[in-house]
């Protein structure tokens, strides 16, 4: 068909073809001489295809683009091609079509000169359901695609390093391969590698490097490098890699683990175990302070090298965890309990008269010695788990994409932030003489501090109910239960698309949503028309959030994603508030 300053096709693979066989289709887009269309990342300006599908028997999966061309233009730098271009679409026949599958296509493309013009059209392709045979000019379709698509990156290696002023990539060839004189890498994401500013490249025995200035608009270094790396006179290459720290990228990770660990101290997660802490230096005074700090940051720093031991070696072995994976599992969610609900009991005076829990209360606490401190820091960090603090996210993300050594300096940066107030304390014990002296009236503080440990007792039992198969509690907002088809349908669809990442133990994740999401003028932003509204419940395992939260470059909850369809997800704060959620839900970034 004809449309402004192009023509487009419709192509099948085959006009007949078995119930559940796969084949492919083909929309080939043919821009006018001294014409151009776009790449799925336009570059600088300009806009990717839009394919919308109404299909009867026929599944139809996302385009494969071939490696594209840059097209300068003053300026910018623009990605896309010139001439004949076949855009590859996987499909099936659906197992339960008879008679005839059909695919009706709504697309719209940009093509460009000096000017630019939307063009679009309706094409449709039909394949009869039977026995398999050929569409004659698919040997076309061919012919125009050989050697133009990327290659699969198997005997390639490549591994990139970045920061917020720009990235690395090394890249050792497959054997026998010769170096090119020259590459450039193609990002799939448009705020990721700045588009017009030159790749330097360096030759290497058996590779190169190529060093990538960072987006103007980038906001540090991306969890992943996703594009296509095109060598001159030779292939290109599909080059999904993640993107380590290095230099100043490290020590800016450092810091923000630091940062994220000394907030821990203020998340909700951790005030029960606090609380109890307090009480110690309380009913001790200066007594034995030093050492009890000590113990203290011991048992944090301990807990944060044993599960980010864990963490890396199950990742290592292909598990799909993340940040809080242990509360995931039922048994600890119901041992939790437990602990925090015989501690409750034991500031009531439930344990004052004897037996062995006489000194559960006093482990805890600090009173039962430098064991008890221990205990008391290994504590605190388990029951953080469920909270990412800010400044955390990005530099739990960035741990788990570096080498074991980084990623374990990263955990314990975390682990230093949040024992400094308790480390503090051990360095200037004189700083305890303010605290008021044990008397009375501690009896009656001991009543109190029960009451966050029963909340946080009584929150773990729901939290194991809904792992053992209970229901969440309605929502007065149409959340949809997250899939990655789901997000790709409703963004197909020209809708954009507000993603919540949370757990029922993510203690933060529940307040964000029962005093920002679903109250006010937050709730009201979500509501309008055109937002689809996806919820990803992280509660028990589930490896494609996992996934997800890796491409945002995220290891924990809460985090909160909106997507437009053509620009890059926008992350808003772990902590929210109204006006984040208006001002993301509101305006195209």
């Known amino acids: 068909m004809r449309a402004a300053h192009s023509e487009a096709r419709l192509v099948a693979e085959r006009v007949a073809s078995e119930a559940g066989s796969e084949l492919r289709l083909a929309l080939v887009l043919k821009p006018d ?63 339960e079509a008879r008679g005839e599958a059909r695919g009706e296509l709504d697309a719209e493309w940009l093509v460009c000169k000096v000017e630019c013009v939307p063009a679009r059209g309706r094409l449709s392709a039909r394949v009869a359901v039977g026995q398999a045979k050929p569409e004659p000019s698919w040997a076309a379709v061919e012919s125009l695609a050989a050697g133009r698509f990327p290659r699969r990156s198997e005997g390639l290696r490549a591994r990139a390093e970045g920061s917020a002023a720009g990235h690395r990539l090394s890249v050792a060839l497959p054997p026998g391969e010769a170096v090119p004189p020259s590459a450039y890498f193609f990002s799939e994401e448009p705020l990721v590698v700045d588009h017009a500013a030159e790749q330097r490249f360096t030759a290497k025995p058996g590779g190169f490097e190529l060093a990538l200035p960072a987006a103007p608009e980038a906001a540090g270094a991306p969890q992943r490098l996703r594009g296509v790396l095109a060598l001159e006179g030779g292939p290109g290459y599909s080059v999904d890699v993640p993107v380590g720290i290095g230099g100043a990228g490290l020590a800016g990770a450092l810091g923000l683990a630091f940062l994220g660990g000394l907030l821990l101290n203020l998340m909700p997660c951790v005030l029960p175990v606090l609380s109890i802490k307090v009480l110690g230096f309380l009913e001790e005074g200066g007594r034995g302070a030093k050492a009890r700090g000590l113990a203290y940051s011991a048992g944090v720093l301990v807990s944060f090298w044993l599960i980010a031991g864990v963490l890396l070696l199950l990742r290592a072995q292909g598990q799909k965890i993340g940040w809080g994976f242990q509360l995931q599992s039922p048994a600890v969610s119901g041992a939790l309990a437990a602990l925090f609900a015989a501690l409750a009991l034991n500031l009531l005076g439930f344990f004052e008269l004897g037996g062995r829990l006489t000194r559960l209360g006093g482990l805890v606490s600090g009173a039962g010695g430098l064991r008890g401190s221990f205990a008391s820091g290994a504590l605190a960090v388990v029951v953080a788990t469920p909270c990412t603090a800010p400044f955390m996210g990005a530099a739990l993300g960035a741990a788990l994409a570096l080498p074991p050594a980084a990623a374990f300096l990263i955990f314990t940066a975390l682990g230093a932030g949040m024992s400094l107030p308790y480390a503090a304390f051990a360095a200037f014990p004189a700083g305890l003489r303010l605290l008021p002296r044990p008397g009375p009236w501690m009896t009656t503080l001991k009543r109190w501090l029960a009451l966050p440990l029963l909340a946080t007792s009584a929150w773990l039992l729901w939290v194991l109910g809904l792992q053992l198969g209970g229901s969440k509690a309605a929502s007065a907002l149409p959340w949809e239960p997250y899939s990655e088809a789901a997000l790709e349908r409703h963004l197909e669809r020209g809708s954009d698309v507000f993603v919540d990442f949370t757990a029922a133990w993510c203690v933060t994740c529940q307040v964000n949503e029962r005093f920002v999401l679903e109250r006010g003028e937050a709730r009201r932003a979500l509501e309008r028309p055109g937002l689809a509204l996806l919820k990803a419940d992280w509660t028990s395992r589930d490896a494609a959030i996992t996934e997800a939260l890796e491409r945002l470059g995220r290891d924990g909850v809460p985090v909160y994603a909106f997507y437009s369809s053509g620009r890059p997800p926008v992350l808003l704060p772990t902590v929210l508030t109204p006006a984040a959620v208006v001002e993301a839900v509101s305006s195209k970034k």
């Open 33 to 95: 001489p001294g014409w151009h269309v776009y790449w799925k990342n336009a570059g600088d300006s300009g806009e990717a295809p839009i394919l919308n599908w109404r299909s009867r028997g026929l599944e139809v999966g996302p385009p494969v683009y071939p490696v594209p061309s840059r097209l300068p233009v003053g300026p910018l730098m623009n990605y896309g091609y010139a001439g004949e271009t076949p855009l590859l679409l996987p499909a099936r026949v659906s197992p």
